[in-house]
C-alpha cells in the first residue's frame, strides 16, 4: 500500500499541526520518471538518508527544494512498504529555436540575447523566460520604429521530452515622423527651431541615419537643445509645458506635437561674488563671463561657474561649489546673479590607478602623469596628464576620473582608464589618375614594441616610386627626465619616373643618431647627426640642370648632415583633435666633410578651433626654404614638391612648381621641384553620420592651396594653385586612412589633375 505525498499537499504540510502520513524510518529511496536529470542530482537535495526517520516536515522540504532546481514541472513523493519513492515529471528541453520573418535583427545575435536570459539550445524550457523573451522582442522593434509588429510564438513537443521555440515576426512597415508642430513659439520661426532637432520628417539621408524615426532618447535631446536655445538668448522663463506624440491606427505615421511658453527676454543687471572668497577678488571677476547690460545666457552663465570651479580646483579644492542665485525683476525685465562661492576642504590624491592597459606597461602611462600621487589636486595638472597620455598615440581613447576616497573628506583616488589600439601597423598608400592608373606604395611598422612604449621600425616599402629598407630604433626616455635617443639605418631607392617629375634615380644608404629634449610639457628640442652616400643616375630625357648637376659633382655624393628642430604641441588628441595648436620648426645643414653645401628649413602651424561639441575647424599653414652655399647650389633630389594628399589635394603628387624647358622651346610636363615652397589648408572637420561617439572617423570639407618655386623665380600668391572638396579620416586598425575627392579651383594649362586620392597608413 502506497501513501502519496504530492505538491498540492504542500501548503498542508506547512500548516502547523497538518500531518500526511506518520513518521517512518527510510528502508531504502527510490526514483522514478527521470530521462535526463542523473539520480544523484535528486539524492542531494533530499533531507533525509536510508536509515534516517522520514516525517511530513522533510517531506515539503524535498518537495520545495526540487522544484526549486527548474528541472521539474511536478514532483510527488510516495511511501511504499518503508520505501520512500520521489516520482518527477521532468520539464522539456529546448532542442531548437527558429526565427520566421526577421529582417531588422541578425538571427545570431537575437539567440546569444535569448541565452543570456535562459533560452537557448539543450536548456529547460521555462514558459515565463520564452513571455519575457517575446516581450523584449516586440520592445526591441518598438525602438527601431516598427509598431506594427506582431511577435507569435509557438511551442512544438518533441520525441524524448524535448521542444522546438519558433518566434513567427510580421514586422511591419516602419513608422515615420510626418510632422512636428511647436505651438507657443514666436520669437523665433518654427523652422529654425526644428533644424536644432535631430528628429526630423524623412528627407534624401534618413534612409541612413533614421532620424525619421521616433526614439524618446533623441526626442528627450531635442527638447533640451529646444530649451537651451532659449535660456541661451534671453528667455530665462521659458517652459515646455506639454509633449504629444500620436501614431495614426495604422501604426504607420507618427505626428509630434510641442507645447511651449516663450516668458519674456531679460538682461543682466549685476553680478556679484559671495561666499568664501579664498582667491582675489579681481582674479575671480576676471572669470565672470557676463557683463552688465548683457542679454542673458545660461550658456554664459555655466561657463563662468565652471571656470572658478576649475581655478578653484586647481589649488585643490576638487569639490568646490560654485553656484548662481538669481534675483528677477519681471517689470524692468532684468535678473540680477549672485555667485556664491564654497571651496570646501582641500584636497590631495592619494593613489593613481591605471586600468585597460593591457599590453602597455604601467611605467608608460604613469611617467607622463603630472599630477602626483600624495601632492594637492591640481585640475590643471590632470588635464594635462590625460592629454600627454592620448598624445601617445597607443589608445583610442582615455578617461580621468577622481572618485573620492570612502571615509575620508581630504582625499581622492586618479583614476586612469585606457582603451588601447594596435600600434603594430601594415601601412600601405595609394593614388590614381586618368594618366598613371594606380600608384602603390606601403610600409611595416612596430610601435611600443612589447608594451615599453619604445619603438622599433622596420620600414619595407616596396613602392613604384620609394624603396626603403631601414631599421629605426627609439627610446623615448632614455633619460628619467625624458631625454629621447634614436638610431636610424637605410637604404633608400627613389625612382620617381611614375610621378610629374623629372627623371632620374638615386639610391642612399646611411645612417645616424637622434636626441630629443624636452624644454616644457608642450615643447620638444630635437638634434641629429647622420651620414649619407647617394648614387645618383640621370638619363637621356633628364632635364639639362640634373644632367649638369652630376657632371659637376659627380654620381655619388658624401653628405654628413646635421639636423636639429624645434616642436610645440598643444593639441587636445592626437587622434581626433579639436582644440590647440601644432608647430614645428625644423633645420638641415651639411657639414664639412663632403662634397655637397646646402641648408634647408621648414615651419608647420596648424591650428584647431572647436565649434560646438563635435565641430572643428583646422587651419595649416606651411613654408619651406632650401639653397647651397660655398658656392654650391642645393641639389635637385632635396628639391621641394607640393601636390597630392598633405599637401594640395586634386593635383598630381609632386606635379606643382617649375617644369622643365625642351630643347624645342617648349615646356615639359615634368615638374622640378623647387628651393622654396607654401602649402595653406583650411578644414571644416565633423563626426560621420550615425558614428555616435566613435572618435576614429570623421568628415571634412577643405579648401587648399599651394604652390612651389625654383631658385631665382618671383614668389607671387598668384601663382599659388587651389582646390576644394571633401575628406575622410578613419583610425582603421591597419593604420590611419585618408581619402579625398577634390576639385581643383583655378587649374592651369599643364597642370596634373588628380580628383581621387587616398592613402592607408603613413608613406615614407
Do not use: C
Not at 527521470?34 to 539520480?39: K, S
Request: proline share 4%; aromatic share 10%.
Amino acid at each position: 500500500m502506497r501513501r502519496k505525498l504530492s505538491a498540492a499537499l504542500l501548503f498542508a504540510l506547512i500548516a502547523p499541526g497538518a500531518a500526511a502520513f506518520e513518521p517512518f524510518v527510510v528502508k531504502d529511496i527510490r526514483v522514478e520518471g527521470i530521462q535526463r536529470t542523473e539520480a544523484g542530482t535528486v539524492f542531494n537535495y533530499l533531507p533525509v538518508r536510508v536509515g534516517e526517520t522520514m516525517n511530513d516536515e522533510k517531506a515539503a522540504q524535498a518537495i520545495k527544494a526540487l522544484f526549486a532546481t527548474g528541472f521539474f514541472k511536478d514532483v510527488r513523493i510516495e511511501i511504499e512498504g518503508g520505501v520512500l519513492v520521489v516520482i518527477v515529471a521532468e520539464r522539456p528541453a529546448i532542442a531548437q529555436i527558429d526565427f520566421v520573418g526577421v529582417k531588422e535583427f541578425d538571427k545570431d545575435a537575437l539567440k546569444k540575447g535569448l541565452k543570456e536570459v535562459g533560452l537557448a539550445e539543450a536548456r529547460i524550457f521555462d514558459r515565463s523566460l520564452l513571455d519575457k523573451a517575446e516581450q523584449e522582442l516586440k520592445r526591441q522593434y518598438l525602438s527601431r520604429g516598427r509598431y506594427a509588429v506582431n511577435v507569435t510564438t509557438t511551442v512544438t513537443p518533441l520525441e524524448r521530452n524535448r521542444v522546438s521555440l519558433n518566434f513567427t515576426v510580421d514586422e511591419g512597415e516602419v513608422a515615420k515622423i510626418r510632422e512636428i508642430n511647436i505651438v507657443g513659439a514666436r520669437a523665433f520661426k518654427e523652422k529654425d527651431l526644428l533644424g536644432l532637432f535631430s528628429l526630423t520628417t524623412p528627407g534624401w539621408l534618413t534612409w541612413y541615419t533614421k532620424n525619421d524615426q521616433y526614439s524618446r532618447q533623441k526626442l528627450s535631446g531635442d527638447l533640451e537643445s529646444l530649451r537651451s536655445h532659449y535660456l541661451d538668448r534671453g528667455y530665462l522663463e521659458f517652459n515646455i509645458d506639454s509633449t504629444q506624440v500620436s501614431i495614426t491606427p495604422d501604426k504607420r505615421d507618427i505626428y509630434i506635437t510641442i507645447n511651449v511658453t516663450e516668458g519674456e527676454k531679460y538682461t543682466v543687471s549685476s553680478v556679484r561674488l559671495g561666499g568664501e572668497l579664498l582667491l582675489a577678488e579681481d582674479e575671480l571677476k576676471a572669470l565672470v563671463k557676463m557683463k552688465p547690460g548683457d542679454v542673458f545666457s545660461r550658456r554664459t552663465l555655466t561657463e563662468t561657474t565652471k571656470a572658478i570651479s576649475e581655478r578653484l580646483g586647481n589649488d585643490g579644492y576638487a569639490f568646490a561649489n560654485v553656484n548662481a542665485q538669481p534675483e528677477i525683476d519681471k517689470e524692468k525685465r532684468q535678473v540680477a546673479f549672485t555667485i556664491l562661492l564654497d571651496p570646501g576642504r582641500r584636497v590631495y590624491v592619494r593613489r593613481v590607478n591605471v586600468a585597460g592597459n593591457s599590453r602597455t606597461r604601467d611605467e608608460v602611462i604613469r611617467r607622463e602623469m603630472r599630477q602626483m600621487e600624495g601632492a594637492w589636486y591640481d585640475g590643471a595638472l590632470i588635464n594635462k596628464s590625460r592629454t600627454r597620455i592620448d598624445r601617445l598615440g597607443y589608445f583610442d581613447e582615455v578617461t580621468v576620473e577622481t572618485p573620492p576616497v570612502p571615509q575620508t573628506t581630504d582625499q581622492v583616488d586618479l583614476n586612469v582608464a585606457v582603451k588601447e589600439k594596435a600600434t603594430g601597423n601594415l601601412m600601405l598608400g595609394a593614388g590614381l589618375s586618368s594618366s598613371e592608373k594606380l600608384v602603390l606604395s606601403g610600409s611595416i611598422s612596430q610601435n611600443n614594441i612589447f608594451g615599453t612604449g619604445k619603438s622599433l621600425t622596420a620600414q619595407l616599402s616596396g613602392g613604384k616610386i620609394n624603396q626603403v629598407y631601414s631599421l629605426s630604433f627609439t627610446e623615448p626616455y632614455y633619460t628619467l627626465d625624458g631625454v629621447a635617443l634614436g638610431y636610424d639605418i637605410y637604404h633608400r631607392n627613389v625612382d620617381p619616373t611614375s610621378l610629374t617629375v623629372g627623371r632620374f634615380n638615386t639610391s642612399s644608404d646611411g645612417g645616424g643618431i637622434r636626441l630629443g629634449l624636452p624644454v616644457s610639457d608642450d615643447d620638444f628640442v630635437n638634434v641629429g647627426l647622420s651620414a649619407d652616400r647617394t648614387t645618383i643616375k640621370v638619363f637621356d630625357d633628364s632635364p639639362q640642370r640634373y644632367k649638369d648637376f652630376v657632371g659637376t659633382f659627380g654620381g655619388s655624393t658624401t653628405t654628413l648632415l646635421s639636423t636639429a628642430g624645434w616642436s610645440r604641441d598643444k593639441r587636445d588628441s592626437l587622434i581626433y583633435p579639436t582644440s590647440g595648436s601644432l608647430q614645428r620648426l625644423s633645420g638641415e645643414l651639411s657639414l664639412p666633410g663632403g662634397e655637397l653645401r646646402f641648408y634647408r628649413a621648414s615651419y608647420q602651424h596648424q591650428r584647431f578651433f572647436p565649434i560646438g561639441r563635435d565641430y572643428a575647424l583646422m587651419l595649416n599653414g606651411e613654408v619651406g626654404i632650401g639653397n647651397g652655399y660655398n658656392g654650391k647650389p642645393l641639389p635637385f633630389f632635396k628639391n621641394y614638391f607640393a601636390g597630392g594628399i598633405g599637401s594640395v589635394r586634386g593635383f598630381d603628387t609632386a606635379s606643382l612648381g617649375p617644369r622643365d624647358v625642351l630643347a624645342g622651346g617648349g615646356i615639359s610636363e615634368d615638374a622640378l621641384g623647387g628651393n622654396r615652397k607654401v602649402v595653406l589648408n583650411g578644414e571644416f572637420l565633423f563626426p560621420f553620420p550615425g558614428s555616435g561617439k566613435d572618435r576614429s572617423l570623421r568628415l571634412g570639407a577643405f579648401v587648399d592651396a599651394g604652390q612651389v618655386w625654383a631658385q631665382g623665380q618671383k614668389a607671387s600668391f598668384g601663382d599659388l594653385r587651389y582646390a576644394a572638396g571633401l575628406s575622410l579620416a578613419w583610425s582603421s586598425p591597419v593604420g590611419p586612412l585618408k581619402l579625398s575627392i577634390a576639385q581643383p579651383i583655378n587649374e592651369k594649362e599643364g597642370d596634373r589633375v588628380q580628383r581621387f586620392q587616398f592613402q592607408l597608413g603613413t608613406t615614407f
